[in-house]
């Protein structure tokens, strides 16, 4: 049964995220245990942070600035070149969201956004974005939670710092062209990740 299945899936991404034992995580399954948007947020944003940092770090970081072999470029299939690591980030979202259509209980949206965006498109949009990336950029470490209504709709909106984690993040984005801040240092908080939940009102 879909439901049942999510939540299993949901509880197990949690469970692991907490370090709970496989004991917990079979009983959290075998009822039907319910997580907080809050916890699920925290899990979604796990998953999307580690595999961005693995994808950046083992991939393009060491292909791109240490080997020197490939370039990452956004006009990557033209060029036989690295999809960058925002792109990458974009098309699993949009993967995502289109095979969550499909899921009655399944519902989130997520995007990388930034208040020095190089593509102007990722720029904060509503007032909690805007409160959140600025948030996240002074507090190093910690999250920004809120909700919003947006359309009649409320959501449970997450914002995630998005952090420098290797040298080819900070050179590529100061000597890119569009950039709006070209001083960017290797830990810095670069934008941040907004994940949105709808619930009841
Ligand atoms: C090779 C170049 C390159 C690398 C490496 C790179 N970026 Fe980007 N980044 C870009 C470009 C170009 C965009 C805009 C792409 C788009 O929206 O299609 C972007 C988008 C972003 C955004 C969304 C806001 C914006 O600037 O448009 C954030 C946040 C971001 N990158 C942070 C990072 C972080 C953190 C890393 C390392 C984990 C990283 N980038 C690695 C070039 C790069």
Redesign the pocket.
């Known amino acids: 049964m879909k439901v049942k299945k999510s939540t299993a899936t949901l509880s197990a991404i949690v469970a692991v995220s907490l370090g709970i034992t496989g004991a917990a995580i079979a009983s959290a399954s075998s009822t039907n245990a319910t997580v907080s948007v809050k916890a699920m947020a925290d899990a979604l944003h796990l998953v999307m942070d580690s595999d961005?940092?693995v994808y950046?770090k083992k991939i393009?970081?060491r292909l791109?600035k240490k080997e020197k072999v490939i370039?990452?470029?956004?006009h990557f299939e033209d060029d036989k070149a690295l999809a960058?690591?925002?792109?990458m980030f974009?098309f699993g979202s949009e993967m995502a969201m289109k095979r969550a259509e499909k899921m009655d209980d399944v519902n989130f949206s997520y995007t990388?956004?930034?208040l020095?965006?190089?593509?102007?498109?990722?720029?904060p949009k509503t007032k909690a974005e805007r409160e959140g990336l600025k948030f996240v950029a002074e507090n190093k470490g910690k999250n920004y939670y809120t909700t919003e209504t947006l359309g009649g709709q409320k959501y449970f909106t997450a914002v995630y710092a998005?952090?420098?984690?290797?040298p080819?993040?900070v050179?590529?984005?100061n000597k890119?062209p569009?950039?709006p801040k070209n001083d960017f240092k290797l830990g810095d908080v670069?934008?941040?990740v907004v994940i949105r939940i709808p619930i009841d009102s």
Do not use: F, Y
């Open positions: 961005r940092s950046t393009v970081n791109v370039k990452a470029t956004e960058l690591p925002a792109q974009r990388l956004q930034s020095w965006p190089i593509n102007r498109q990722n720029a998005d952090t420098g984690v290797a080819v993040c050179s590529c984005h890119h569009d950039t670069m934008g941040g």
